[in-house]
């Protein structure tokens, strides 16, 4: 909530308002703490009040939104660089059909425009006060733009599901907020980070907030709007020109442009409300950025109304303590005021008050924010433990006698723990250390591997039906940084250019051009490699890429016939269902899983079903799911289609590729399934997985002594673009047959293939790659089951996707015959994307669908209420 609801003027350069002084006392009810400062934090307060700006000594302190922010900057910020660079010729445009804040500022047309592609991730561009030469004559004669990158929304929709974002640390209230009433319900006011193009002149002198209407002026020495800048690299330093004591409601006089001094730190508070500018850049250097964090204090809530539309105000996000946090209480006794343990039980959200329950089990209500702190060290606690877990270990944490695993995500300073309970995404505070132990290595799970249904539907009963009262200390809830089952690092490594292989490459490009000799059997069957490397690539390595184009077969010119006629009609689709991308709160289903059946139930006429496979996950600690991800099947359309008689058989080369074991070669393959996947812009890389995999007799990889299934490709998994120059993004783990589990080793072993087609063994490791905030990603597929992967699936015998007969689900495959003896198929290679492929799909207008039931108001709070009973959290009625 930055600014005034519209943009506010340059500054004019009038009369002198407002100097720096130091204050013979600090009015008001001082906070205790406050009461108690060393002088180096006093001299702080002071500085931060009445000069308007200090330094943080050690950088940005830690703090969840801090962490949030940063991980925003590092997935976006050079996306965005590169959308402001392709639009430089427009940088000095102004938006004249747009009222959003700076429209009409320089960089307000590229801003809107830029905004527009980040449609959906919460974020949005705007033009701040621009740069400006120091000799300028005019106030409107500015030489450059720069523009500010808003994240607050999605940091709304970060803690949505508990309505309040954690406080600063203790430290930072003192120095913030050092009177009580201060720290009443505070509220995050802005969230981002600026964007300015090198060589830029200094910008216009301004401040954040401002009103020259308003009836309640800042009071001297008391701040109540502030204003965080820090760099991510502790090594690089802010450069804000910031102009002491200057609080003039937004006026700047020729003596601010004298009077002003350079921050020179990592990490500085400033006053909203004080004038200030960001530095000039310099040329060579590249872009530069400073993350920021604005807050207001309890007090200055109500004031900020009068300083910022209503609009804005809607940007907004409180503060607070959630259910279950483990926190300190301050009990006013008649010995004077002392400190509690205690577990916040609820916040009353229009009231700001709490009911908490202290360590006696006594219930104390009413309580404000003031009254409450984190954890501290308690001297009433004689000794702790001296066990101690680093934060996001993975551990088992005792809850009601039962060690369940858990991650480690806050060290209280009193010695006891904030854990995330891996199943089911809810925390528990104030566990002390001697309820945490280390898993053994038998009980260490696999990183990213799913747990069984069975095990998960036990842990949620102990948790559910435990009588643990929350007295003690331990009170379960929903919380925004949990991690779901299964959670995997998301590491990222850099793609390595399939061409810098040369070898393979060579092979690869052969394999699409050449028939294969008959090769000469080896033991049980299996050709030696020689005889066929391309299949011994992909036996061994899991996947090939082929640079040379794809092979002629219908099944590949029908799938991208159906793609040409019905992908934007499903985009269309899930963008009308983007209010339920997300589960509901307490709900298990996956990102896209209720919009996938609602989709599903109007393109089911076309012989269509819409899936949700594994989400796409944040890169950071707690790997959270970030968003859907969708596989559209074209299995019912294929099989009307095709019927019994099955598809026709692929070309003899690629036969030999895909069936070329002795149990499969002489043997019907199958498609479990033929579409494309659809992942919205902007979305984080899927998580690890594998689609499928061969389980008891029918594992690819066996204990010494006992039978396997190895040397062959029993699911394979053929993979293009529709368009002519892409190439698929892929990422896979080499030889990564785990059966779905994956360890830390796996993340710095990924590799992204670069090929407009590649093969890929389902069994192996691999996830779908991150999408560009450009447009929607896809990618055309086959998946393929030869004769020895039917004998598993028939017996019940997979993991990852297991046939179900109970399920809903249309678990039935498409035969694809096999070449007939003494006669060739088609071989060579297909022009992609060319004019001229047969048309398999009855000529007629491409379909339209009736406007959908939830387009209205009316329709999607009836879908909102549908996606809860779906989903199974809430009822009928």
Excluded at 472 to 489: F, I, L, N, Y
Excluded at 529 to 546: C, T
């Amino acid at each position: 909530a930055a600014g005034s609801g519209a943009p506010p003027p340059p500054p004019r350069r009038g009369a002198r308002v407002g100097s720096g002084f130091a204050p013979d006392a600090v009015e008001g009810a001082m906070a205790p703490a406050a009461a108690e400062m060393s002088d180096r934090a006093t001299e702080q307060m002071r500085q931060l009040h009445w000069d308007g700006w200090v330094r943080l000594d050690g950088g940005m302190p830690d703090w969840e939104p801090r962490r949030f922010v940063e991980r925003l900057h590092r997935k976006y910020c050079s996306r965005i660089v590169e959308m402001l660079e392709r639009r430089r010729a427009d940088w000095m445009k102004g938006d004249d059909e747009d009222n959003a804040p700076g429209a009409d500022r320089p960089g307000g047309l590229v801003a809107r425009r830029v905004t527009a592609k980040l449609e959906g991730t919460g974020i949005f561009l705007y033009a701040a006060h621009p740069s400006q030469k120091d000799d300028a004559e005019d106030d409107y004669d500015y030489s450059g733009p720069r523009w500010y990158v808003t994240c607050t929304e999605a940091v709304m929709q970060h803690y949505e599901g508990i309505g309040v974002a954690p406080p600063p640390p203790m430290e930072l209230q003192e120095l913030l907020w050092p009177r009580l009433r201060d720290r009443r319900k505070p509220w995050l006011t802005e969230l981002g980070w600026t964007l300015v193009p090198e060589g830029s002149d200094p910008q216009v002198m301004h401040a954040d907030i401002c009103s020259s209407e308003s009836e309640r002026p800042r009071r001297p020495g008391r701040g109540r709007y502030h204003h965080f800048a820090w760099k991510p690299n502790p090594e690089d330093l802010c450069t804000t020109n910031v102009v002491p004591g200057a609080f003039s409601e937004g006026c700047a006089t020729w003596d601010d442009y004298q009077n002003w001094t350079e921050v020179r730190g990592n990490a500085v508070i400033f006053d909203s409300e004080m004038l200030h500018r960001g530095g000039a850049t310099k040329p060579g250097i590249g872009w530069t950025s400073t993350l920021t964090l604005q807050v207001c204090s309890g007090s200055g809530w109500p004031e900020l109304h009068e300083r910022v539309s209503e609009g804005l105000m809607w940007y907004t996000q409180p503060m607070g303590w959630e259910d279950g946090a483990a926190v300190d209480v301050r009990i006013d006794g008649a010995s004077g005021p002392s400190w509690r343990r205690a577990v916040v039980e609820r916040r009353d959200p229009k009231k700001g008050r709490y009911a908490v329950r202290l360590d006696d089990g006594t219930l104390r209500d009413g309580v404000q924010d003031s009254e409450l702190r984190y954890r501290q060290i308690s001297q009433d606690v004689a000794k702790h433990t001296d066990a101690s877990f680093a934060l996001r270990a993975r551990v088992l944490a005792l809850f009601d006698g039962e060690w369940l695993p858990a991650r480690v995500a806050r060290a209280n300073a009193d010695g006891t723990y904030r854990v995330i309970w891996i199943v089911d995404r809810t925390f528990t505070d104030g566990l002390p250390a001697s309820s945490l132990r280390a898993p053994t290595a038998a009980e260490a799970p696999r990183r990213g591997r799913r747990l069984a249904a069975a095990d998960c539907a036990e842990i949620a009963r102990v948790r559910e039906d435990s009588p643990l009262s929350s007295a003690r200390s331990s009170a379960s809830t929903k919380a925004p940084d949990g991690e779901e089952v299964p959670r995997t690092r998301g590491k990222r490594s850099s793609a390595k250019a399939c061409g810098a292989d040369a070898p393979v490459a060579a092979k690869l490009v052969e394999a699409c051009e050449r028939v294969p000799k008959r090769r000469r059997k080896g033991p049980a069957g299996e050709a030696p490699a020689q005889d066929m490397p391309l299949r011994a690539d992909l036996v061994s390595r899991g996947y090939v890429e082929f640079l040379g184009g794809l092979p002629k077969w219908e099944l590949i010119d029908f799938v991208e016939e159906c793609y040409d006629r019905f992908a934007d009609i499903i985009i269309q689709e899930l963008e009308g269902l983007r209010d339920v991308w997300a589960p509901c709160p307490g709900s298990r289903e996956r990102y896209g899983a209720f919009a996938a059946a609602k989709a599903t139930e109007r393109l089911s006429e076309f012989g269509i079903a819409v899936y949700s496979p594994s989400d796409s996950q944040a890169q950071e600690f707690p790997y959270e799911s970030t968003g859907p991800r969708w596989y559209i099947s074209l299995t019912p359309l294929a099989l009307r289609l095709y019927g019994a008689k099955g598809a026709p058989s692929p070309p003899a080369e690629l036969w030999e590729l895909l069936c070329g074991h002795e149990a499969d070669v002489a043997s019907d393959l199958r498609a479990r399934g033929l579409g494309w996947t659809l992942v919205p812009p902007g979305s984080d890389p899927q998580a690890l997985h594998a689609d499928i995999y061969g389980e008891g007799a029918h594992r690819r990889q066996q204990p010494p002594g006992e039978s396997a299934e190895p040397g062959r490709t029993r699911w394979p998994h053929v993979l293009w673009k529709r368009r002519r120059g892409e190439l698929c993004t892929t990422e896979l783990v080499p030889g990564g047959f785990t059966e779905g589990g994956s360890e830390e080793r796996h993340f710095d072993m990924i590799r992204r293939v670069r090929a407009p087609l590649v093969i890929m063994d389902s069994e192996a490791l691999h996830r779908g790659s991150a999408t560009s905030s450009e447009g929607w990603g896809s990618t055309l597929s086959l998946e393929l089951c030869t004769a020895s992967g039917w004998s598993a699936w028939q017996e019940f015998a997979t993991g990852g996707t297991t046939k179900d007969p109970s399920s809903p689900l249309d678990w039935r495959m498409l035969r694809i015959r096999r070449p007939r003896k003494g006669v060739a198929a088609a071989g060579g290679t297909a022009s992609h994307g060319a004019a001229g492929s047969r048309c398999l799909l009855k000529a007629e207008p491409v379909p339209s669908l009736p406007p959908a039931p939830w387009a209205q108001r009316e329709g999607k709070a009836r879908l909102a209420q549908e996606q809860r009973v779906w989903e199974g959290v809430g009822s009928a009625a």
